[in-house]
Nanobody
Framework: QAQVVESGGGLVQPGGSLRLSCAAAAWLFSGYAVSWVRQAPGKGLEWVSDISNDGARTYYADSVKGRFTVSRDNANNMVYLQMNNLKPEDTAVYYC????????RGQGTHVTVSS
């Protein structure tokens, strides 16, 4: 049984928006910060965003700052990534994980930004 399940990806035109969701087992994320990372075709994992265990602090890579917003619902063990003004360079598989290295990530959700 998967411990982490990412969803919400898809094909979107440049300038469009998507909201990614991450459902996790309570023991995996309870009390922990959560990271979003991504892997573009042919490239390594790239850190995108962090959110603290209580959701009070958020951090973003420069490449997504001002366009992406991370949030969490601890009562339901969910983490979200709202992505606005998407660009072709945002095309990647997106994962939520326990840390910026991608530890504990799921199968990911594909995001394709193309006209």
């Amino acid at each position: 049984q998967a411990q982490v399940v990412e969803s919400g990806g898809g094909l979107v035109q440049p300038g469009g928006s998507l909201r990614l969701s991450c459902a996790a087992a309570a023991w995996l994320f309870s009390g922990y910060a959560v990271s979003w990372v991504r892997q573009a075709p042919g490239k390594g994992l790239e850190w995108v965003s962090d959110i603290s265990n209580d959701g009070a602090r958020t951090y973003y890579a420069d490449s997504v700052k001002g366009r992406f917003t991370v949030s969490r619902d601890n009562a339901n063990n969910m983490v979200y990534l709202q992505m606005n003004n998407l660009k072709p360079e945002d095309t990647a598989v997106y994962y939520c994980a326990k840390d910026p290295l991608g530890t504990g990530r799921g199968q990911g959700t594909h995001v394709t930004v193309s006209s």
